[in-house]
């Protein structure tokens, strides 16, 4: 038996590379991913862990996780290095004084950070055995004007020794000259690195020449970091500052740089899951479609004496074949996937190297699971039915195993699960609260796919009639027969469109929640922004005073309305804590905004000591008009504030901003002193056209160039591209998905050629022409795959529809659908079909007619 | 046996000349010392109007002769014409029209698409053609063929000589000028069988057909106004209006060695003398079985 399930496997080989391919594909993914974040990982940890110092002083953790920084630094007085060199088994200590997320930019004026998100980081200049960085030419900096640069961004930037830049600091600007390169003895993470002396560095970063960012510490020999640690605590107070070993550093390092990495891990196991999705419908395909071909041959082996447990194995013997090599192959891809994108990382300046690539152990046991899992799983339906093929097929012409068995179990199936989900999306557009309204949705969504899946043949016939409809009129009998060829067996129609249907309807979902996410946004914007400008970082970063004082200054400025952002901890009336972002504006806001109240007005909210809050907030946690509620704000500063307005606005949560809360400056001022603005709202002075001032501002703003200037239409723009990002994602998924979907395709219609060869062969002996055979085969290829579009479209305008209902429940109440991708997704659909009939088609059509005919 | 060869001419236009002729046609597989001659240089003219039957064992070269005389294969040496069309010159285009306009098939088996209804399978040549069915002549066929009642089928709702009676109205539905038969009676029980050669020498005598069918079968043979040997890609011999005995005993002649068993059948020997016409359609059918 066991030769037997060799020799078919080998027989039909052909026929299973694209199944094959499809395993492998689901393979390279998640090896490929999981290779990759072991690679990061291991070089990250090793990179902390040798570079971090024994024991690290820092300032507390207040545990504020607001989303906005407030551009406060937290510090340590750098006088404690003198306390803690003084205990007891420490044999050195440094002052670091660090400032992330700072810009700094050449004679141009041009930012020298890396454009991709990765900061831009000035700090003070020691070497120890532990630094990351060593001097390769030049002098280290020496008092206020001196600095060193990177090697990677002075070469990618341009700058040489001599250049000059400017240090964009909280404190104020000031110019450095390029003294010296220091290059990384380590990973480059992907940041831009600025070095300046320690008194510098603390007087001209941080503001202040006795403040520290942390203190580290080098343990003399034989001192165990922890006990060490130990001794610092007990000298300092042990609930003064944040005290770390060695290893904890790494370990809390390694976990800020891992939401980043654990993104891309995410992104790339996505990825594969859709892979592995799309790939279980084409193996379960082919191996119907090879079991329907085998029906005379499994019959034989069953008339000859084999049991149907035999034959089964013998099915699943040759899907696990598949899945080995699939697997195999898969995993090799996924080396060289991750190879790939440890290159790209270096593209962005994450200098990783491919030659120290990590595979761990989990990694081709992961490979060959979900392999083997995948195919095993696929072909074990098809595998039970070439069981159940009795031996007399052996004996009789007998129709093709499959095609004409009845749906009824498929419509019962379908009919349930279909019936819950749609309950659940029902209950989910009904559902007032945005917690059972999300899992409501999810779990509608995944029941409404499953049913399509399922319930996907009964539709094919009702479905195929309509879009094939005008196909005979069009397209004479060619039309008719590819039509009716598509309705021929509907179990293999809806397997094959249900690997379209499943990247569709997800892109449909999303672009409805996109759209309806961008109109509400645009409603938002035109209905609140008063102000002719905005001043602001685009990914709304706070910047220096110094761009505030320069805009202020500004010709033809008229009123200048702050905003700034503070991570904030309240607790509520009904005992919740809630820990948010609240924001803080100048007194005139009503000038530059509308917003509307519920109770109370700007001008009492923005008065010290008072806060604001949304109105549907305050009612769900019992707060009423003129409560006064506890505060608490980064460095442990607690106020009690009362809260003076109510506002009634559309989207007030969103961007982490729960609640809604907002107070004065004053306010802000007072519990958050070293806090930089968000965005600046600016008006023209009277008898100053707009174009003059934005002249004007522009040119201001010139030498700051993370600030940009923004009217309505820029700002909609802005917040557009922000929300674009999450779609470019979807569209790399549907790309990844339409490429194993053509497959599916392509796999559906070779296998069906191959059935139908004496078909063919008549209907050419008969004077069916080359080119109209191709057409019939092309014809049916698109009705296939304009079904799936149309059935994916259908389900994710539904899913899209009910995300619109939870995103109207966090205010965004605008319902857009972008009947324009509707549209581009059927065309491109239709694409799809014509490109997966090429090579079916054309093999078809190179067919000889009489060994066509006389084809068994 | 001259009586039942009249009967075949009566009522039947007068044979007006070629359909098809080939000309030192020579179809050759493989090539060098290995090569097999499946036709040795036949020359052959198929009247018009008449219903001629190839003959011969197997390997003898009567499908490939078929095949090519029909535009389905190509050929190693010689010269095919159907009517004055030389179609050995032909590329793959113009043969499929050729096949699609001017000639009409039926085959052993699977003659029909399955999708398609027996109306639309009949009709198939002339609507990938893009013309018009001709009504009249399109009904008289139906008609012909009593099919008035199952146009509506699918192949699968239909029996395996309904299934050929279709196939026969397909070939005959375009009024093509030549019908090429491929072992039409093949698959079917000796009723069925009977039925469709009746129906097929309908087509000659009542609609004008012209029809070449290939067989093994000297009952189906014995249906036809001329039958052509094939033995070893020769044509050997010729019989005009044959009867089932008769070509029995010719093929006894033709089929060497193997014919010996056929020589002591009972049948053949008392049934053979002095039978009635109509006793060619009982003659023995596995003479010649493959």
Redesign the interface.
């Known amino acids: 038996m066991l030769k037997a399930t060799l020799r078919s496997f080998l027989a039909h080989k052909g026929r299973l590379v694209l199944s094959a391919l499809a395993v492998v594909l689901s393979v390279a993914f998640v090896s490929g991913s999981l290779i990759f974040s072991d690679t990061v990982t291991r070089t990250f940890d090793r990179l902390f862990a040798s570079t971090s110092a024994d024991v690290t002083v820092g300032p507390k953790d207040d545990d504020l996780g607001g989303q906005m920084p407030s551009g406060a630094v937290d510090t340590v007085p750098a006088s404690l290095a003198e306390r803690v060199a003084k205990v007891d088994g420490v044999a050195d200590t440094h002052v670091d004084a660090a400032v992330e997320n700072i810009t700094v930019v050449d004679r141009d004026n041009e930012s020298v950070g890396p454009t991709t998100g990765a900061p831009t980081i000035a700090t003070n200049w020691y070497l120890t055995d532990r630094s990351p960085v060593e001097l390769t030419s030049g002098h280290p900096p020496k008092g206020p004007g001196q600095a060193l640069l990177d090697a990677d961004t002075a070469k990618k930037k341009d700058v040489a020794i001599g250049d000059t830049l400017t240090v964009l600091a909280a404190p104020g600007s000031f110019k450095v000259k390029i003294v010296g390169i220091a290059t990384f003895t380590t990973t480059n993470p992907g940041a831009a690195l600025v070095f300046l002396d320690t008194p510098t560095a603390q007087s001209r970063l941080l503001g202040d020449p006795d403040a520290a960012t942390g203190i580290s510490v080098t343990a003399d020999p034989g001192v165990g970091d922890a006990r060490l640690k130990e001794r610092i605590a007990a000298a300092l107070g042990p609930g003064t500052y944040e005290y770390q070993t060695a290893d904890e550093q790494a370990d809390s390092a390694a976990a800020s740089l891992g939401g980043f990495l654990d993104v891309i891990k995410y992104v790339m196991l996505g990825f594969a899951g859709i892979a592995t999705l799309v790939g279980v419908f084409l193996i379960v395909n082919t191996f119907s479609m090879l079991i329907a071909q085998r029906t005379r041959e499994l019959g034989l082996l069953r008339a000859l004496g084999a049991d149907r447990r035999q034959v089964r194995r013998s099915v699943l013997a040759e899907a696990a074949l598949l899945g080995l090599v699939g697997s195999t192959l898969g995993l090799a891809a996924g080396i060289g996937l991750a190879f790939g994108l440890i290159e790209l990382m270096g593209a962005f300046g994450m200098n990783l190297k491919s030659t120290e690539m990590a595979v761990g152990v989990g990694t081709p046991i992961a490979a060959y699971v979900v392999g083997l899992g995948v195919t095993f799983v696929a072909a074990y339906l098809p595998a039970r039915r070439a069981a159940t093929v009795s031996p007399m097929a052996a004996l009789t012409d007998a129709?093709i195993a499959g095609a004409g068995r009845p749906l009824r179990t498929r419509a019962l199936v379908g009919g349930v699960v279909g019936a819950a989900g749609a309950a659940a999306l029902v209950g989910c557009a009904l559902s007032s609260d945005t917690g059972s309204a999300a899992s409501l949705l999810g779990l509608g969504v995944v029941l409404t796919l499953i049913a399509t899946v399922i319930a996907g043949p009964l539709l094919v016939r009702p479905v195929i009639r309509v879009l094939g409809g005008a196909f005979p009129a069009l397209f004479?009998?060619?039309g008719?027969?590819s039509q009716?060829?598509a309705?021929?067996n509907p179990r293999r129609t809806g397997a094959t469109a249900a690997a379209l249907m499943v990247g569709l309807a997800l892109v449909a979902g999303m672009s409805v929640a996109s759209a309806s996410m961008t109109k509400s946004f645009d409603n938002e914007i035109d209905k609140t922004l008063g102000a002719d400008f905005v001043v602001q970082n685009q990914n709304f970063l706070p910047f220096p005073q110094e761009v505030t004082d320069k805009v202020r200054d500004t010709e033809g400025a008229g009123l200048v309305v702050r905003q700034r952002f503070a991570p904030v901890a309240v607790r509520l009336p009904d005992g919740k804590r809630v820990e948010t972002t609240a924001a803080a504006y100048d007194p005139r806001l009503d000038e530059v905004a509308n917003v509307t109240y519920a109770e109370g007005d700007s001008a009492a909210a923005l008065t010290d000591g008072a806060l604001g809050m949304d109105v549907n907030f305050a009612r769900e946690h019992d707060v009423t008009l003129g409560d006064t509620v506890p505060v608490r704000f980064p460095g442990g500063k607690d106020a009690e504030l009362k809260v003076a307005a109510l506002t009634d606005q559309d989207t007030a949560d969103g961007f982490g901003m729960q609640g809604g809360l907002f107070f004065g400056t004053g306010t802000v001022e007072r519990y958050v002193p070293d806090g930089q603005d968000s965005a600046l709202y600016v008006n023209a002075a009277s008898g100053v056209g707009a174009d003059e001032l934005r002249a004007n501002l522009e040119r201001t703003l010139d030498a700051y160039p993370q600030v940009q200037v923004r009217d309505q239409a820029d700002y909609k723009e802005l917040v557009r591209g922000q929300i674009a990002v999450l779609l470019y994602l979807v569209y790399a998924l549907l790309g990844l998905a339409i490429v194993i979907a053509v497959l599916g395709v392509v796999n559906t219609l070779a296998l069906s050629v191959v059935e139908r060869t004496?078909?063919i062969g008549?209907?050419?002996?008969?004077?069916?022409?080359?080119r109209?055979l191709r057409r019939m085969i092309r014809l049916e290829s698109v009705v296939i795959a304009v079904f799936g579009a149309v059935l994916g479209l259908a389900l994710g305008l539904v899913w899209g529809v009910c995300v619109q209902q939870v995103l109207a429940l966090q205010g965004m109440k605008a319902l857009a659908i972008p009947w324009g991708t509707v549209v581009a997704v059927v065309i491109g659909s239709a694409v799809v079909g014509v490109v997966a009939a090429l090579l079916p088609a054309l093999r078809a059509s190179r067919m000889n007619?009489?060994a066509a005919?006389a084809h068994e | 046996m001259s009586t039942a060869a009249a009967e075949h001419s009566l009522g039947r236009a007068e044979a007006d000349g070629v359909a098809a002729r080939a000309r030192g046609l020579t179809k050759a597989y493989g090539s060098g010392e290995t090569a097999v001659l499946a036709l040795d240089s036949v020359d052959v003219d198929i009247t018009r109007g008449r219903f001629t039957a190839v003959m011969g064992p197997s390997g003898s070269g009567k499908s490939t002769l078929m095949h090519c005389l029909a535009g389905l294969d190509t050929v190693s040496a010689g010269q095919v014409w159907l009517g004055d069309t030389e179609i050995t010159a032909l590329k793959d285009r113009e043969l499929t029209r050729l096949r699609r306009d001017r000639i009409g098939f039926m085959f052993q088996s699977f003659n029909l698409i399955p999708t398609l209804n027996a109306a639309e399978n009949i009709t198939l040549p002339m609507d990938i053609a893009g013309r018009k069915p001709d009504e009249k002549w399109l009904d008289q066929v139906i008609d012909t063929l009593g099919l008035r009642n199952r146009l509506r089928h699918r192949p699968s709702q239909l029996s395996g000589g309904q299934q050929q009676r279709v196939a026969c109205a397909r070939a005959l539905a375009s009024r093509p000028e030549l019908i090429f038969a491929d072992e039409p009676t093949g698959n079917l029980d000796s009723r069925a069988g009977l039925e469709v050669l009746g129906f097929l020498r309908e087509a000659v005598d009542q609609l004008g057909q012209t029809v070449v069918m290939v067989t093994h079968d000297p009952g189906a043979a014995a249906h036809s106004d001329l039958v052509l040997y094939l033995a070893d890609g020769r044509i050997v011999d010729r019989m005009e209006h044959p009867t089932a005995e008769a070509v029995l005993e010719r093929m006894r002649l033709f089929s060497g060695s193997g014919a010996q068993p056929s020589a002591l059948d009972p049948r053949a020997t008392t049934d053979g003398v002095g039978a009635p016409a109509d006793a060619r359609t009982t003659g023995p059918t596995d003479l010649d079985k493959d």
């Open positions: 129709e004479g009998s060619v008719r027969m009716r060829n309705l021929r004496r078909e008549l209907l050419r002996a008969i004077g069916l022409g080359r109209q007619v009489l005919i």
